[in-house]
């Protein structure tokens, strides 16, 4: 099938535009009718001016708060919560924003505009009458390369930052924001008979960036040979097909048809944006932020940073399905640069050993807690922590698990081991403790309320602690640890459910001052944990509540609708899960299809959100269980995949005929046995090292 993103007009508005990036430089090819306008982005162009902040030692607060929630006054709790663990009061917000490096303008007269972008090789095309304009970003030279037609005029600069002072000379750019990091913009051109390459490359202080040097001469066809070799290989092989007609049609009017219920394989070419996104965004040394690595804001939407409690995780939940292990490694170096400061903010908050990671952060990784109201809560780092799990049991990389995934998991269950609170019931405790975002009746104004024992919080102590004990187990060591795991996680309290059947979100039932909140917390042991697989006591209760809070007027976010179709496939669902995957595409997408949050904010969560869910409809691996086909809509009748990944070095490839699979190809890099599931059988399948074995349906 063919992925390509095409229109017939100018961008016009910068969310219409087509990102092209490397990880780390990153530019969003738009415009209007008298010129293609290339915003510049580099990874590590935050402000700088809070880089060096710190939490401030309360800790000796920490028995007077849980002191007022364990008695029952929440309201005080939260207060006090917020007064000693909300914030440094004086100091105002100290999250720095991502920032734009500049715009690069080439100035072209007249004609209709027709645009591509390619996401099979990352190249964009713009045409305007006699005009051609292409740009990639190198995976191999590094530079952004672009080449116009005819005769050019060029233009650098930035929008006006009084923050920022600002020399520019022809084609050079240099900022320094006050109290903050440096950058330089560099563009060279290198005319030619017909047309003129420009290469464009930018430095940031923030991590001793140089520019690259240019080089004498550049041919644009043979940095793009150069280029696409490397591009492909970040992008994986992981394939869709359906057995629908093909679309030449531009991509706003496939989105029309699509609203009217035509073109159902429109969801594969938003998979396909999906996986490129991830390569373009994530082939860098920073994971990608809320926009990825595209922002022309000066003043971007909650500073365009590292949201921990969704929307990071959600943006690479596509990666071990889709075998991108190498796009996945920058949040991983990113958690671990944060170790030193979360070691820090884990001691002066709470007293405790371990790491404590905040609601949000930037660029530093520095670990404060900076939003009074929402950012009481402790459960960031077991949720990041998952994403080490899954890559190794994935890929069984033995090497990883013992120097980076048992390492991380140890500071999070170190933490556990301090923060829980063995009470006199004989069970550990979990306060304070928040569901995020979310609140109920009797805490007054505050944004979120204070809580002991969220089920969230539960779950995730849970899953850190269980976790823990395979690794060390595997790794045969941590016996003493191992044993005092064991004994914590026997004493968690159990989740329990309400008067309508629901899994409680909180430590009991209460009255929700917003029954249809964007967030789906609690639900998190459905997906993308697995610790409520099939058969589990506690999934029907969990389905219940997303019913109930979808009935509520739920999921009215870009990431939390892609949420809640990844949770319909997994739940088998199928034709639920196209619907909101219908609606994340329909209701929560630019024409470009760059998912929005209201009022029409960028954030790429909600594209990798949807990607994820694509994913899970075709292939679900959950409980020791592999399920293919398992939420399969009608619309996509007949089809195929190839390279989808399992835990266990799994590759999976299948055919599939009117609903139901008629051949499967498996392939392990290492030995195993899995348990297949797909029309409703199951397949006991053993594979020795590097075998293929293909079961006819």
Not at 84 to 102: C, L
Not at 209 to 214: A, C, D, H, R
Not at 229 to 244: Q, S, W, Y
Not at 416 to 423: K, P, S
Request: proline residues 5%; charged residues 25%; negative net charge.
């Amino acid at each position: 099938m063919e992925h390509i993103l095409r229109f017939s007009h100018p961008a016009g508005d910068y969310k219409n535009g087509l990102p092209i990036g490397n990880g780390r430089i990153a530019a969003m090819i738009c415009g209007d009718e008298k010129s293609i306008r290339v915003s510049l982005n580099h990874e590590w162009l935050w402000r700088g001016t809070h880089r060096f902040r710190d939490c401030r030692n309360v800790s000796s607060h920490l028995p007077e708060v849980r002191e007022a929630l364990f008695s029952g006054d929440l309201l005080t709790g939260t207060r006090l919560a917020n007064d000693y663990f909300g914030g440094t009061p004086g100091e105002g917000y100290r999250i720095d924003p991502y920032q734009p490096a500049g715009d690069l303008i080439f100035a072209v007269k007249g004609g209709d505009r027709k645009r591509t972008l390619d996401l099979s090789s990352g190249e964009v095309r713009v045409t305007a009458g006699d005009t051609e304009f292409r740009a990639f970003a190198s995976f191999a030279d590094g530079f952004i390369v672009a080449r116009i037609s005819g005769d050019v005029e060029l233009s650098l600069g930035r929008a006006d930052d009084e923050e920022c002072e600002l020399k520019t000379e022809g084609l050079r750019l240099c900022g320094v924001f006050r109290g903050g990091v440096s950058f330089e913009v560099r563009a060279k051109t290198y005319p030619a008979a017909e047309y003129t390459t420009v290469l464009v490359d930018i430095a940031v202080s923030a991590n001793g960036g140089t520019l690259l040097p240019f080089p004498a001469d550049a041919d644009y066809d043979a940095l793009f040979a150069r280029h696409l070799p490397e591009f492909r290989k970040a992008l994986g092989n992981a394939e869709i097909e359906l057995d629908t007609p093909e679309s030449g049609l531009d991509t706003d009017e496939r989105l029309k048809r699509f609203k009217a219920g035509d073109d159902p394989s429109l969801p594969v070419l938003y998979f396909e944006y999906g996986r490129y996104l991830l390569a373009s965004g994530s082939s860098g040394e920073l994971p990608l932020n809320l926009q990825g690595k595209w922002s022309e804001d000066i003043r971007p939407a909650w500073e365009c940073d590292y949201h921990l409690n969704v929307n990071l995780q959600m943006a690479y939940w596509p990666a071990a399905a889709l075998g991108m292990g190498k796009q996945e490694d920058p949040l991983f170096t990113f958690c671990e640069r944060c170790v030193p400061y979360a070691r820090e903010a884990a001691r002066k908050l709470y007293g405790c050993r371990g790491v404590c990671f905040p609601l949000q952060t930037d660029s530093s990784c520095r670990t404060t807690p900076e939003s009074t109201g929402w950012c009481v809560w402790i459960g960031a780092a077991a949720w990041l922590a998952s994403h080490f799990t899954r890559r190794w049991r994935y890929e069984k990389d033995e090497t990883f698990l013992k120097n980076r995934a048992y390492p991380f998991l140890k500071e999070v269950a170190a933490f556990y081991e301090d923060y829980l609170v063995l009470r006199e019931d004989g069970l550990y405790h979990i306060a304070p403790s928040q569901s995020p975002e979310n609140k109920f009746e009797g805490t007054g104004d505050y944004a979120v309320s204070i809580l002991v024992d969220s089920a969230m919080d539960i779950e995730l102590a849970a899953e850190t602690l269980s976790t823990c004990i395979e690794m060390a187990e595997n790794l045969g060591v941590d016996d003493a640890l191992r044993k005092k795991w064991s004994d914590i996680l026997a004493r968690l309290p159990a989740l329990t459910t309400d008067s309508k059947g629901r899994l409680n979100e909180f430590d009991k039932e209460r009255v929700e001052t917003e029954p249809g909140h964007r967030h789906l917390s609690h639900l998190y042991g459905l997906y993308p944990g697995e610790l409520f697989p099939q058969g589990h006591p506690l999934r029907r209760a969990a389905e219940i509540s997303l019913d109930y809070r979808l009935s509520h007027g739920g999921a009215y976010t870009g990431w939390s609708r892609a949420w809640t179709a990844c949770i319909m496939a997994r739940l088998g669902r199928a034709e639920d899960c196209y619907k909101h995957l219908t609606a994340l595409i329909c209701d929560f997408a630019t024409e470009s299809l760059l998912d929005l949050h209201p009022p029409r904010i960028f954030q790429i969560d909600g594209n990798m959100g949807g990607c994820a869910a694509v994913c899970e409809m075709l292939l679900s691996a959950e409980g020791g269980t592999v399920t293919l086909l398992g939420a399969l809509p009608e619309e996509w009748g007949s089809g195929s995949f190839r390279h989808l990944k399992a835990p266990g070095t799994l590759d999976v490839s299948c055919v599939w005929r009117d609903g139901r699979a008629e051949t499967i190809e498996l392939r392990a890099e290492q030995a195993g046995t899995w348990t297949l599931r797909t029309g409703g059988k199951e397949y006991a399948v053993a594979l020795s090292q590097g075998e293929t074995k293909t079961l006819a349906i």
